[in-house]
Antibody, heavy 119, light 109 residues
Framework: QLQLQESGPGLVKPSETLSLTCTVS??????????WAWVRQPPGKGLEWIGS???????YFDPSLRSRVTLSVDTSKNQFSLKLRSVTAADTAVYYC???????????WGQGTLVTVSS | QSALTQPRSVSGSPGQSVTISCTGT?????????VSWYQHHPGKAPKLMVY???KRPSGVPDRFSGSKSGNTASLTISGLQAEDEADYYC?????????FGTGTKVTVL
């Protein structure tokens, strides 16, 4: 059974870089059928799609975040990662990692991790 | 890219039906066969309820059904039950990225 687990600092200072890693178990991150994605939910707000990456490195981003986001894959550790640069309080959110299927839907999710941007 | 528009809240009594709309544009919902719906209880991971506009994953009750007309997708919950009370989000492919809806809180009276 597929499991995803987010990890990373829960507190990031403004203007710094938010870094999160998602560890995948129960499937290989090199499975050609899937992309691996990040979704966030700011407090009191809705879900926001951040971006997704294939193990080959092909990636897609929300246009509003594209300039600040880097996604990467570590096949040796079966992990994928998110880096969000120049964060502000508006980037405070619960961040979820998830697997994107061929039907462009998200069947399996991590439990989410709260990242707070504050000095 | 703007979020897809959903009603802020809908409510119904147990056994009734409710429908949640998800309005986008001709750049996303209107041209996408990849509209999905998620149930989200606070503090938990979202759960896929419908994908490819109207397909249900195994294990999702057939009380949940999806459809689409033009730029608007819909999720209908028939025979509303107490455990259906949650937030619901639509999501659509939009060319080279994805966009979620604004979210709808479903309340079971």
């Amino acid at each position: 059974q597929l499991q995803l687990q987010e990890s990373g600092p829960g507190l990031v200072k403004p203007s710094e870089t938010l870094s999160l890693t998602c560890t995948v178990s129960g499937d290989s991150i090199t499975n050609n059928f899937y992309y691996w994605a990040w979704v966030r939910q700011p407090p009191g707000k809705g879900l926001e799609w951040i971006g997704s990456i294939h193990y080959t490195g092909r990636s897609y981003f929300d246009p509003s975040l594209r300039s600040r986001v880097t996604l990467s894959v570590d096949t040796s550790k079966n992990q994928f990662s998110l880096k969000l640069r120049s964060v502000t309080a508006a980037d405070t959110a619960v961040y979820y990692c998830t697997r994107e299927t061929e039907s462009s839907s998200y069947w399996s999710w991590g439990q989410g991790t709260l990242v707070t941007v504050s000095s | 890219q703007s979020a897809l528009t959903q009603p802020r809240s809908v409510s119904g009594s147990p056994g009734q039906s409710v429908t949640i709309s998800c309005t986008g544009t001709s750049s996303d919902v209107g041209v996408s066969n990849y509209v999905s719906w998620y149930q989200h209880h606070p503090g938990k991971a979202p759960k896929l309820m419908v994908y490819d506009v109207s397909k249900r994953p195994s294990g999702v009750p057939d009380r949940f059904s999806g459809s689409k007309s033009g730029n608007t997708a819909s999720l209908t919950i028939s025979g509303l039950q107490a455990e259906d009370e949650a937030d619901y989000y639509c999501c659509s492919h939009a060319g080279s990225f994805y966009v979620f809806g604004t979210g709808t809180k479903v309340t079971v009276l």
